[in-house]
């Protein structure tokens, strides 16, 4: 069965500084999708960034960037800039075909605090 | 219009009532999802609708029941619910069953009583 998961419950950064939150994932399958969602109180669960495993190409979305290593099954997320509105609980999750087709798996969650 | 729409936002229900979950999305997507969130945990998927066919039940308990009337419109039929159902529902959509592209709408927050 597939498996994330998130190693970090919480985590905090300063404004302006850069923060990265890890992922690790466990499949068989080669041909997945991987993606950071944002869940901030308002319970609305944003899409931040998306990366297909067959691109080699790290993902980026504005200040938002992945690092993907396929063969360790990593996907960290890194956010440059902070800003007070990336407060949330930020959520890991896959995807594939196969048995799982369909299916969001997630993680835990990492709790991120943006201190001022 | 890129939304999912959820209503309504709030719920408050007693044991023996029986209330609908209403889901709607005018993207076109082809496939349709209900996940149930409790507090500080990731959502768990309940029931996949493809086509408006069910795709996929995660053994949900029968009285959650689970309504796909159109391409457009997702319902969940709720009735003789227990206070542990209490959680946040998310629906979401994505183009077809498969491979990404997924659009949450923000929720009921269903509470039991």
């Known amino acids: 069965a597939q498996t994330v998961t998130q190693s970090q419950p919480e985590m905090s950064v300063q404004e302006a500084e850069t923060v990265t939150l890890s992922c690790t994932y466990d499949?068989?399958?080669?041909?997945?999708?991987l993606f950071w969602y944002k869940q901030p109180p308002s319970r609305q669960m944003i899409l931040v960034i998306r990366?297909?495993?067959?691109?080699?190409q790290n993902a980026t979305e504005n200040r938002f960037s992945v690092n993907f290593q396929k063969a360790a099954k990593s996907f960290s997320l890194k956010i440059s800039d902070s800003q007070l509105g990336d407060a949330a609980m930020y959520f890991c999750?896959?995807?594939?075909?196969?048995?799982?087709?369909?299916?969001?798996?997630f993680g835990q969650g990492t709790i991120l605090t943006v201190h001022p | 219009d890129t939304e999912v729409t959820q209503t309504p936002k709030h719920l408050v229900m007693g044991m023996t009532n029986k209330k609908s979950l209403k889901c709607e999305q005018h993207m076109g997507h082809r496939a349709m999802y209900w996940y149930k969130q409790k507090a500080k945990k990731p959502p768990e998927l309940m029931f996949v609708y493809s086509y408006e066919k069910l795709s996929i039940n995660e053994s949900v308990p029968s009285r959650f029941s689970p309504e796909c009337p159109n391409s457009s419109l997702l319902n969940l039929h709720l009735h003789a619910l227990q206070p542990e159902d209490s959680a946040l529902y998310l629906c979401?959509?994505?183009?077809?069953?498969?491979?990404?592209?997924?659009?949450f709408g923000s929720g009921t927050r269903l509470t039991v009583v």
């Open positions: 990366q297909e495993a067959y691109k080699q």
């Open positions: 999750a896959y995807n594939a075909g196969g048995t799982s087709y369909g299916k969001l798996t």
């Open positions: 979401a959509s994505s183009p077809t069953q498969g491979l990404g592209g997924y659009t």
């Open positions: 499949t068989s399958e080669s041909d997945y999708y």
